[in-house]
């Protein structure tokens, strides 16, 4: 009797030293992906197309796509807001300039851009795996959650650009900053020749 337990627990213990092997081997990759950010999302669009032409041609899994961009669309808002949000959390750390004199600080996103890459990925992988299930496949009225999730994503993003607009941030890296030189005063005082 005694050996029965003791199979049971090597057992386990294989079967976590496995999956401990797997999970750092898969963590691996992922690590080398990260410096190519345009394969990584070719691959995502990809994958969203695979996904899309799936469903148009079931014509179902409308309430799996639409819970699908209800998800998306939240990552995308945390993908352009800011750490640290100067409306609701006051904080010693960074905070986004709001006045021209302010000292420039960089804008730090809430979600990080290779996370959301990779919970959009992971998002779309699952839907797809739900799309071989029927029971996922709710009949539904696919218009009228189109039509929903389109007024959603117009509120949404309004409400963000607002809030871009009063904290004067741009969450897009438009290149470098090119150094113009010292601006001549409004005084109209010419430098001295010496």
């Known amino acids: 009797m005694e050996g029965v337990g003791g199979d049971g627990a090597s057992a386990a213990a294989a079967f976590n ?21 345009p394969y990584r999302w070719i691959g995502t669009f990809v994958l969203a197309f695979v996904y899309a032409l799936r469903v148009y041609y079931l014509q179902g899994f409308y ?4 819970g699908l961009g209800i998800y998306i669309l939240n990552l995308l808002i945390g993908f352009l807001s800011p750490l640290v949000d100067p409306e609701l959390e006051p904080s010693d750390g960074p905070l986004l300039p709001t006045k021209g004199s302010d000292e420039f600080k960089p804008f730090i996103r809430r979600l990080p851009e290779f996370k959301f890459w990779y919970a959009i990925t992971k998002a779309f992988c699952i839907a797809f795996m739900m799309t071989f299930f029927s029971l996922f ?4 009225f696919w218009p009228i959650l189109l ?3 389109i007024v959603l994503f117009v ?3 309004k409400r963000q650009i607002m809030h871009m607009i009063k904290y004067k941030y741009i969450p897009f890296n438009l290149g470098k900053q090119k150094y113009s030189g010292k ?12």
């Open 63 to 66: 309430i799996v796509t639409y």
């Open 183 to 194: 601006r001549p005063s409004a005084s109209g005082s010419s430098p001295r020749a010496d």
């Open 147 to 149: 039509c929903y999730w």
């Open 137 to 140: 496949d709710v009949p539904v």
């Open 17 to 37: 030293q496995r999956s401990h092997e797997l999970s750092q081997t898969f963590q691996y990759y992922l690590d080398k992906t990260v410096p190519h950010a």
């Open 155 to 157: 509120l949404t993003m």
